[in-house]
């Protein structure tokens, strides 16, 4: 069965980063790109970008170019999304995704972010 | 840009439940003919879940209750006997361009 396991909640200052994992499993890993996605309370579902596990190509939102980055570790089939310079407006519970052919058909059960000084 | 109608909608238990998204680019790929356009629903506390690909194919497990229509730029979801459980936010999303833009949503109730 295919999973996508991602890390625990955490708690920033403003103007620090924080790094998300997603690990996956019962699928290679290097076949299907992985995308984050996030929600704030009260919001709609945001796309942040993409990551070809294979080559780590990269595609960004606009929103969040020059703040985020998103890598993996083959060899542990895991993938990262880190963001900078947060603000109060990052807290959100950020999600992963695999996308094939037929789209985003695998979630990772969220990582909240909280931002508070 | 997708744009979905209407932002919110109550409807009766038993009755058709209409969502539609609108595509500010033809999300349809001419090499093979698919439309790519996802819909997913969203619960609180829980992922969100893929329901229609390719604009009309129900994904794995759905209830056939659930169907997609449309192409190019308009796509539909509708609820054909809306039950309890489906009471959810739903969005459209396009995967055609690298930029995978979600709707606005659309927050389904009961009436």
């Known amino acids: 069965q295919v999973h996508l396991v991602q890390s625990g909640a955490e708690v920033k200052k403003p103007g620090a980063s924080v790094k998300v994992s997603c690990k996956a499993s019962?699928?290679?890993?290097?076949?299907?790109?992985i995308n984050w996605v996030r929600q704030a309370t009260g919001q709609g579902l945001q796309w942040m970008g993409w990551?070809?596990?294979?080559?780590?190509?990269?595609g960004y939102a606009q929103k969040f170019q020059g703040r985020v980055t998103m890598t993996r570790n083959v060899s542990i089939a895991t993938s990262y999304m880190e963001l900078s310079s947060l603000t109060p407006d990052d807290t959100a519970v950020y999600y992963c995704?695999?996308?094939?052919?037929?789209?985003?058909?695998?979630w990772g059960q969220g990582t909240t972010v909280i931002v508070s000084s | 840009v997708m744009t979905q109608s209407p932002d919110s909608l109550a409807v009766s238990l038993g009755e058709r439940a209409t969502i539609n998204c609108k595509s500010s680019q033809s999300v349809l790929y001419s090499s093979d003919n698919k439309n790519y356009l996802a819909w997913f629903q969203k619960k609180p506390g829980q992922p969100p879940k893929l329901l229609i690909y390719?604009?009309?194919t129900r994904e794995s497990g759905v209830p056939d209750r659930f169907s997609g229509s449309g192409s190019g730029t308009d796509f539909t979801l509708t609820i054909s006997s809306l039950q309890p459980e489906d009471v959810a936010v739903y969005y459209c999303q396009q995967y055609y361009s690298p930029i995978y833009s979600f709707g606005q949503g659309t927050k389904l109730e009961i009436k």
């Open positions: 019962g699928h290679t890993f290097s076949y299907y790109d």
């Open positions: 995704a695999r996308r094939g052919s037929r789209g985003m058909d695998v």
């Open positions: 990551m070809n596990p294979n080559s780590g190509n990269t």
């Open positions: 390719w604009a009309t």
